[in-house]
């Protein structure tokens, strides 16, 4: 039976947070997990709803706890493109930078684990353990970047679809601490609409594709959502990158 990724219950004790061991918090000893607790509070949003605007002031840097968030630029005639994806652990805002760069949408139901921006910025200066960490979290989302510029550019429809599937189920598997050699199941929290909108590709095209991958066996549904990985590597290869290419993150 392959794993499966479960719902998860949010707690208030960090001790027994999902993402505990993934999040900007993950190298922290006991007493500055307290003071991080001193600072902290939870926001809930339902899909769709604004998270914060572009050019909006953002009074607190927050880690995702639960669900994903699209990060998106819009231009002046109107005109919008998602430039990211907020998955569980990720962190949102930038130390020292108190007005957002972007629109951020919640996709699914997301619940933000939210730090005091001014405490957390002392907490930085003094605690070396949550500046390792965010600058770690930073090369990861640069990389992440520089991913996400070949699969608009060069990928196919296919590869695409791959591409954000392996991601998701990739960060699924880590928050579960499952090992991804094994078959995997989780919930996909995107509608194929917005995997359309994300990825740059028509609705009818992705629903295609994804019907494609579960006909070949890379992938297997139950329902709308429940998604079923049952050879990691394979789906890996259905992605067109490079073996040797380290993980996607």
Known sequence: MPATSQAIQISKDCSDCPIRYRAVCARCETDEMELLESMKYYRDFEAGQTIVWAGDELNFVASVVDGIASLSQTMED???????????????????????????????????????????????????????????????????????????????????????????????????????????????PMTREAMADYLGLTLETVSRQVSALKRDGVIELRGKREVTIPDFFRLMDETGDDADGGPLV
């Not at 991913?147 to 060069?154: D, I, Q, T, Y």
């Not at 590869?159 to 928050?175: D, G, V, Y």
């Open 78 to 188: 109107g005109r919008r493109q998602m430039v990211g994806l907020l998955l569980p652990s990720d962190f949102l805002g930038r130390p020292g930078r108190t007005i957002a760069s972007y629109d951020v949408t919640a996709s699914t139901a997301v619940t933000l684990c939210c730090f005091r921006r001014g405490p957390f910025e002392q907490m930085m200066n003094t605690t070396p353990h949550i500046a390792q960490r965010l600058l770690e979290m930073t090369l990861d989302e640069l990389d992440a970047a520089r991913e996400w510029m070949l699969l608009l550019g060069r990928k196919t429809a296919r590869e695409k679809i791959a591409s954000l599937i392996a991601i998701i189920a990739r960060r699924n598997a880590a928050i579960a601490q499952h090992d991804h050699r094994s078959a995997f199941t989780f919930e996909l």
